[in-house]
Nanobody, 129 residues
Framework: DVQLQASGGGAVQSGGSLSLSCVASGFRYSDFAMSWLRQAPGKGLEGVSCISSSGDGDRTYYTNSMKGRFTISRDNAKNTVYLQMNSLKPEDTAVYYC????????????????????WGKGTLVTVSS
C-alpha cells in the first residue's frame, strides 16, 4: 500500500521555524516528484513547493509567497522529503500535506496541486502573532 506520512507540524510564533518531513512507502519514490501542499482554515488547497525526481534533476519550485523562506529537499535513501520553513507568518497557518506525482505540477513557475497521484495525511502548522 502507498503511504505518505507527514510529521513535524506544531505551534510556533511568528518569525519562527519548523521542519516538516514526509516518509514515503509503497511506490518507487526516487522516480517521483514530491510536493508539499497546504490548506489554511476556511480556504482552498494551495501548492507550496515541489522537488522533481532525481532523474529529472531535483529541480525545485515554490509558490511566490514562500520563496526565500521555505526550502524543499529530498533524501532518496530514506524515501523522505523535507520542508524547512523559516520566517513563518500567521498566514502560513494550515494543514500541510505531502503528495507525489511523476512530474511537478507547476503553473506560471509556481508549485501547484493539480494531478497528484498519491496523497498523505496532513500535519498541522499553527503560527501565532
Amino acid at each position: 500500500d502507498v503511504q505518505l506520512q507527514a510529521s513535524g507540524g506544531g505551534a510556533v510564533q511568528s518569525g519562527g521555524s519548523l521542519s516538516l518531513s514526509c516518509v514515503a512507502s509503497g511506490f518507487r519514490y526516487s522516480d517521483f516528484a514530491m510536493s508539499w501542499l497546504r490548506q489554511a482554515p476556511g480556504k482552498g488547497l494551495e501548492g507550496v513547493s515541489c522537488i522533481s525526481s532525481s532523474g529529472d534533476g531535483d529541480r525545485t519550485y515554490y509558490t511566490n509567497s514562500m520563496k526565500g523562506r521555505f526550502t524543499i529537499s529530498r533524501d532518496n535513501a530514506k524515501n523522505t522529503v523535507y520542508l524547512q520553513m523559516n520566517s513563518l507568518k500567521p498566514e502560513d497557518t494550515a494543514v500541510y500535506y505531502c503528495a507525489a506525482n511523476v512530474y511537478c505540477s507547476v503553473v506560471a513557475g509556481s508549485a501547484d496541486y493539480y494531478g497528484m497521484k498519491y496523497w498523505g495525511k496532513g500535519t498541522l502548522v499553527t503560527v501565532s502573532s
